[in-house]
């Protein structure tokens, strides 16, 4: 299972820390990414980590102010985002990748366990 948390209401040009729990599965062998989906769109991603943590990989409107990490110590992953945008606006989901090795990390077809969203609204 996996278990997102961390979402609300914040001012544009503010910050979040969401937070991934699981359980069920070995948290530190699988690759963990982050996606979300905003009203009238389609859910897109966001942000990936491999399973130690070497690898990262963002998408470009969130480089530089998102920051994608995991404690396998305590099987939670965290997304920290930064000088939010109302654009940031959305349902932010974590989810498992498919595949060992990982690979490819921004692909959504490629992640098997998805957990419940949550909620994140940036106000202008």
């Known amino acids: 299972q996996l278990q997102a948390s961390g979402g609300g209401l914040v001012q544009a040009g503010g910050s979040l820390r969401l937070s991934c729990a699981t359980s069920?599965?070995?948290?530190?062998?699988?690759?963990m990414g982050w996606f979300r989906q905003a009203p009238g769109k389609e859910r897109e991603f966001v942000a990936a980590?491999?399973?130690?943590?070497?690898?990262?990989s963002y998408a470009d409107s969130v480089k530089g102010r998102f920051t994608i990490s995991r404690d396998n110590a305590k099987n939670t992953g965290y997304l920290q985002m930064n000088s939010l945008k109302s654009e940031d606006t959305a349902v932010y989901y974590c989810?498992?990748?498919?595949?060992?090795?990982?690979?490819?990390?921004?692909?959504?077809?490629?992640?098997?366990?998805w957990g419940q969203g949550t909620q994140v609204t940036v106000s202008s």
């Open positions: 980590i491999s399973r130690r943590g070497g690898t990262t």
């Open positions: 069920g599965f070995t948290f530190s062998s699988w690759t």
């Open positions: 989810a498992r990748h498919r595949l060992p090795i990982g690979q490819p990390m921004d692909e959504q077809a490629s992640y098997f366990y």
